[in-house]
């Protein structure tokens, strides 16, 4: 198979992975939004260590662990998680293969270890009514 050519530069294409944020992205702040006007704020950690997979909202009284998944990077079943890549395309069937793996293996853990989970997916947090009412039912349950 040949080698796809990239158009960007290597320069370029370093400060354009260097953009991709990894924390505090608009997905992550929107859902902390819907948290706190659901009635949870300040009953939350950010990213906890302690816990495989570090969730992104943890409500250690609860029991309860939240992810926000960028539905590209984890592969969800929307149009923008289901956009192939044209260049790597081997790489990137791959790296998302790997995060679904991960994530699957991830919330077994935490159920096992007696923790809820909640997986929003990015295409989610745009109605914030909607995500208020899903983040409301799962912490309330």
Known sequence: ???????????????????????????????????????????????????????DLVFSSLRKAVFVHGCFWHGHDCKRGARQPKNNADYW???????????????????????STLVVWECETRDASALERKLSAFLSR
């Open 1 to 55: 198979m040949p080698a796809t050519h990239d158009v960007f530069t290597p320069a370029k294409r370093s400060a354009v992975m260097r953009a991709v944020k990894s924390s505090n992205t608009h997905p992550e702040r929107a859902v902390r939004a819907a948290a706190c006007a659901a009635g949870y704020a300040r009953r939350y950690r950010l990213n906890t260590s302690k816990l495989p997979g570090k969730p």
């Open 93 to 115: 069937r791959g790296k998302i293969g790997r995060n679904r793996n991960r994530d699957a293996e991830t919330l077994r853990a935490l159920t096992a270890a007696g923790w």
